[in-house]
C-alpha cells in the first residue's frame, strides 16, 4: 500500500491523465469501488483554461500598456500643457484688466484731486468775496440801502473769517464735487449779484439827488469815479491784472461814497419843512392881496400859522449868520447854507441860536410869534439866493421827492 501511493505522488506531478490511469491501476478494490472521491482531487479544464485565457489577455493588456506608455504620456501632458496654457492667457487678461481698473482708478483720483484744488481756491475766493461784500453791505445798511441777504445752501450764513464750505457727500460717502462746484458757484453769483444791486441802487438814487438839486439851481461836488488812484506808468505784464472782485467791490464802494456825498447835499439844502406839529400855510409865495392895505402886493415867503411859542426849525444844514430885528419881519434868524442859499424866519417870538451856531436840518433855533408886520402868531419863511427871494414852495416839494426816495 505505501509503495503504490509514492507512485501516486510521482505521476500527479507529471500528467493528470497519467494519474488516473496508474491509480485504476494501483487501487485496491475499495478505492475501486468509489470512483466519484478520486476524481475530486483535479481541476476541472474549463476553469483551467478560463484562467489560462484571462492571464494571457492580463499579460497582453499590459504589454500593450507598456508599449503604448510613451505617447499615452505625452497625450496627457499636452493636454496639462493646454489646461495650464489657458490658465495662463485668462491670469494674464486679469492682469491686465486690473491694471486697466487701477488707472482708471489712479486717473480718476488725480482728476478728482485736480477738482478738489480748484473747488477749495473757489472757495477761497468766495470767502474773500463775501468779507468784501460785508463790508459794503454795513456801509450800504448805514446810507439806507438794503442788499440782498448772503447765505449758504441751508439757510447758513457765511460770517466773515468762516471756512468755506465743505465738499458735500455722496450717498457712498465720496464728496460730491459737481454738486459742491455747483453750490459755490451759485454763491459767487449772489455775492456778485449783492454789490452789483448795491452799486445800481446807490448811482440811482446819487443821480435822482444830483437831477432834483439842479433843478434848485444847487451844484452837488462828488468825488470823482476814479478819485484817489494814481501810480508810475509801467509796461503790462502777463498773468499780473488785478483780481476783478477787488475792482467790483471798489466800485461799490465809489458809488457809496458818491451817494453819501450827495445825501449830504440835501442835508446841506433847504428842502425841509420849518415846522411841525399843528400848523397850516396860510400865504403863499407872490402876489397877493396885502392884509393891511387891501392893495396888491407881492408875498416874499410863505406863512404858516401856529400857535405862538411853536418850534421853528431849521429847514437845513447851515450856520446862523443873523439873529435880530428887521424891518416888517420883527424879530428874525437867518441861516446860511453851504451852497450860498440862505433862510429867513420871521414874527418870531423868541431867539434860540444865537449867530454863529452851527445847526442841521431839523434844529431848533426860535418861537413862533407875531412880532413886526403880522396880523397873527405864524411863521414867515423865506428862501434868498443872492438876496434875491425865490420861491420856498419848490424847495419843500423837492424835499418830499427826495425823502420819499430815501424811504
Known sequence: MPRHTLLTVFFDTSGVSCVRKHARFGQSEKAASHPAK?????????????????LLAGNGLLGTAFLLSPDISRLLNRQSEQVVEAYEDRIAQLRVEVDRLHSRSYAQAGDMNLQLQELAQQQQ????QHQLVRVL???????????????QPGDTVLEPGDTALAPMPTASGNPDI????????????????????????AIDRTDSIVSELSGLGIRLQLPAAEDGVGGPLLPAQDGADASPMVDDANAVMT????????RDGIDGAPVHMPITGNFHRSSGFGN???????????????????PAGSTVLSAGKGIVSFVGERS??????????????????????????VEGQSVNTGTPIAKVGSTGRSTGPHLHFEVRKNDVAINPQTFLNSGKRLLAMLD
Open 38 to 54: 478520486a476524481r475530486r482531487q483535479g481541476i476541472h479544464p474549463a476553469l483551467f483554461y478560463s484562467m489560462f485565457t484571462l
Open 125 to 128: 475766493v468766495l470767502v474773500e
Open 137 to 151: 453791505v454795513d456801509k450800504a445798511g448805514e446810507l439806507g440801502i438794503e442788499a440782498a441777504t448772503l447765505t
Open 178 to 201: 459737481d454738486a459742491t462746484a455747483a453750490a459755490v458757484t451759485q454763491m459767487m453769483d449772489e455775492t456778485q449779484f449783492a454789490m452789483s444791486s448795491i452799486a445800481e441802487t
Open 255 to 262: 458809488a457809496l461814497v458818491r451817494y453819501k456825498a450827495a
Open 288 to 306: 397877493r392881496t396885502d392884509p393891511f392895505s387891501g392893495g396888491r402886493a407881492f408875498h416874499s415867503g410863505l406863512d404858516f400859522a401856529a
Open 328 to 353: 416888517g419881519y420883527g424879530k428874525t434868524v437867518e441861516v446860511t447854507h453851504p451852497n450860498g442859499l440862505v433862510t429867513r424866519y420871521g414874527h418870531l417870538s423868541a431867539y434860540i441860536a
